[in-house]
């Protein structure tokens, strides 16, 4: 990333990873998946490329470089082998989220002293968007609490949010 928020890539250009959008700018974050990338722009909106979209249009199996219709207001992302995650959002009334890619699984981290908040999901941000409560194993560990969600099937939004 340059300074002017520009991105510049290289190395194998399998499935198009290092085709960087043509006037892409305004960019803060990148992530970067086995097939894929991802890039934050100062607007908080996602721009992905690379596997995901074939030259016809057509969605193939993984869909890591379609960005979910209705994301902005993003303010980090990860990217991992076929999966991504966005943070939406900022801490101002609420515990600081941090959002880890493992294998299989996002974790997410908060401090201890948020012990009322809970974790939602969602299959998509399009309206209506249906919020439901996420069943996982939490823990406080060093003064965090810790949720680690298994990543499997179609894609997933989640918020952390006091009741």
């Known amino acids: 990333?340059?300074?002017?928020?520009?991105?510049?890539?290289?190395?194998?250009?399998?499935?198009?990873?290092?085709?960087?959008?043509?006037?892409?700018?305004?960019?803060?974050?990148?992530?970067?998946?086995?097939?894929?990338?991802?890039?934050?722009?100062?607007?908080?909106?996602?721009?992905?490329?690379g596997a995901g979209k074939t030259s016809t249009g057509s969605v193939p199996e993984y869909g890591q470089s379609i960005v979910p219709e209705g994301l902005s207001g993003v303010t980090a992302i990860a990217a991992r082998h076929s999966h991504n995650a966005a943070l939406l959002g900022?801490?101002?009334?609420?515990?600081?989220?941090?959002?880890?890619?493992?294998?299989?699984?996002?974790?997410?981290?908060?401090?201890?002293?948020?012990?009322v908040y809970r974790v939602e999901s969602a299959s998509s941000l399009s309206p209506p968007i249906i919020w439901?409560?996420?069943?996982?194993?939490?823990?406080?560990?060093?003064?965090?609490?810790?949720?680690?969600?298994?990543?499997?099937g179609g894609q997933k939004f989640y918020r952390l949010i006091k009741p």
């Not at 194998?12 to 890039?39: C, E, R, Y």
């Not at 900022?90 to 012990?115: C, E, H, K, Q, Y």
């Open 132 to 152: 439901s409560d996420v069943a996982g194993s939490f823990q406080t560990d060093g003064g965090l609490i810790r949720v680690v969600l298994p990543i499997s």
């Open 1 to 49: 990333m340059k300074r002017d928020g520009t991105l510049v890539a290289w190395g194998s250009n399998s499935q198009g990873k290092t085709s960087v959008p043509a006037g892409l700018s305004g960019v803060t974050a990148i992530a970067a998946g086995q097939w894929h990338t991802v890039a934050l722009k100062s607007d908080g909106t996602v721009v992905a490329w």
């Open 90 to 115: 900022t801490a101002i009334f609420g515990p600081t989220v941090t959002a880890r890619l493992t294998g299989n699984s996002l974790t997410l981290l908060w401090p201890d002293s948020a012990t």
